[in-house]
């Protein structure tokens, strides 16, 4: 069992998370582009940035390094020598932006092409005969604990490593998988380590090769990106400057739907593969587009079909996806039997539903309560009248009153935010008029955004669950709901910590007669913060209950991120408390009782522990037997945690009543319920939060205490 957090691979590709798009060429076509670029970056970032912060040698450090660590994470390819070279800009980065003037970027930038050429060599070489198995060697697998190489001969050193530790890796693996066989078949005859170990080179050679092969996509425009981010990085962390491609992809993730097929590809090689197709999208309907197909031509409507076989995914893309109503012609190798065909899918809006409100009904000593999961506070920022969280969840909520349910429990864990406007009208659903949140520009009193409607949606029982990952509007909502005391606050220790607000501004409309889309910048340009005056910067949301997860230990959230802005506080709004419960205090005590004194939370808390250990823990044995000594101990030790999740509350949930015609049309949506109605009565989490709903008793009246 592998319960470290394994690196081997993916540690490697840090760099190139974002990296799967771009031409085979390197060369800046428009160097005039970066100097605009710098040039409005800076305006509007010194002028409009909640952060009032000085362009100085503290800046200037803060970005030569963010750069060269964007560039060189796992310390590949830059040595002690390249980094002193460097250093000669480390202070004059800023002098250098004033003056729009880009040495450092263009030295290091330019080093890098260099090393990438070299280390392509390097692997090669390396992989090419067996390791020394039998050395004893680690290696640490945070860079942050590393230095740069000293020289050339340390460089390939850090490079044998880590490829070495990869090649073990699948060793061990594949020696499990033999092992595996033997035991159910006896007969079968065991492959030598020779054998393994050959193999197992050859298929780490062939991850480097298809690594390489996308790097060597990239293009000027996207290592400038790297830098550009470096830049306004050193504001804070949420500030990101956002290519035009990288803001299709935000608009998309936020709104929930796209024009197009509704199928998900991947770049497999120079091939571009079909994944998934999304239930109830163009090609889903169509019937002839399969998962594991090829696409290899793309065709608008009669127009000559378009050869995309070595295209960048990104521009693969492009070309499939259009507006509604349109048609495209995929010319397409089928997985099943190798044939060509040519499909016509007719596109549309995809709206994917993993992003959307979901809801189900549990009964409970024969009372029923609902069950809403809300992944995100989306909306569509170009189209008003589509769906959003706040209309969906208000009609979610009727839905589920007509089924008589007495409690109301939303799922926030995961949730890392969204669309504040849809955070404070959700708040609203569940009081009457008046203040949600206060909102602060730099240098300007707070704003107070109030839920102006008197209506409330829902006046039962509330509970909401969160964990670590809850973040931005779902603390907004939360936090609201906890400072009316309006609902109980269940989960994790404290939520994510992220109390900015972003806004997404076109650089266009700051430098208007430019012809080219310069892109966007995803600027901080607010704080938020409770209606009681508190921030939820670095803090969060403090549970009412807090409930032992993976995460507890963990270091995780905004207060541990380099740059985060600092927590304070403001004048507390005016708004009137509901206490809407007769029995808070004894339900929560009861609850926090109740799990300090279950052996399944005990054992929870226990294995966050050591997961926080092993996450400390960050070298690995590069001797094969020690390595796999080490993973059978780690394993052995790990079993004692193998029923930590294994659990079954035995209620049974069930999808509202206007779902099930629904099902009629789309069985995979079915599908979907079923699992996650199964998910659900297996999550002691669901369990402790509505047996702590069906506790819950208002008061009658309501009583209304003013502050």
Known sequence: MKTKFLIPFLAFLLLFGNATHANNTTINKDPEKDKVLISVLNYMLTRGHFVEKQIDDTFSEHVFNSFIDGLDPSKRYFTQEDIKEFSRYKFQIDNQLKELKLDFYKLVYGRFLEKIKSAKKFYGTILDKPFNYKKKEQIDVNYDNVPFATNKEQLIDYWRKQLKLQTIDKIQEQEELEEDKFKKDPSYKKKSFAQIEKKARAEVMKSMEELYIRIEELEHRDWFSTFLNSVVGAFDPHTTYMDPRIKDRFDQDMSGKLEGIGARLQKKGIYTHV????????????????????ILKVAQADEKPLDIVGMRLDDAIKFIKGPKGTEVRLTVKKKLDGSTRVISIIRDVVQLEETFVKSSVVKIDNKKFGVIDLPKFYISFDDKNFRDSAKDMAKEIERLKSENVEGLLIDLR?????????AIEIAGLFIDKGPIVQVKYRGEKPVVKNDEDSKIQWKKPLVILVNELSASASEIFAAAMQDYNRAVIIGGNQTYGKGTVQNILPINQFYPNYEKDLGFLKMTIQKFYRINGGSTQMEGVYSDIAIPNRYSYMKFGERDMDGALKWDMVPQAKYVQTNSYSNFSDVVNSSKERIANDPKFQLVNEYAKWLKKEQDD???????????????????????????????????FNSPKYELPLFEKNQDLK????????YLSK???????LNVLSQLKLRVPVEIVKN
């Open 275 to 294: 994944i998934e197709l999304v239930s109830g999208g163009p090609a889903w309907k169509q019937g002839e587009l399969e998962e594991g197909d090829i």
């Open 414 to 422: 995961n949730n890392g935010g969204g669309s504040l406007k849809t």
């Open 618 to 652: 960050s070298t690995y044995s590069l001797n094969y037997k020690e390595y796999v000594q080490n993973l059978k101990d780690r394993g052995e030790y790990a079993k004692r945690f193998n029923s930590v999740f294994k659990y079954d509350s035995h209620l049974v």
């Open 671 to 678: 599908e979907e319920r079923e699992k996650w109605h199964t």
């Open 683 to 689: 999550d002691m989490y669901i369990a402790e939060a």
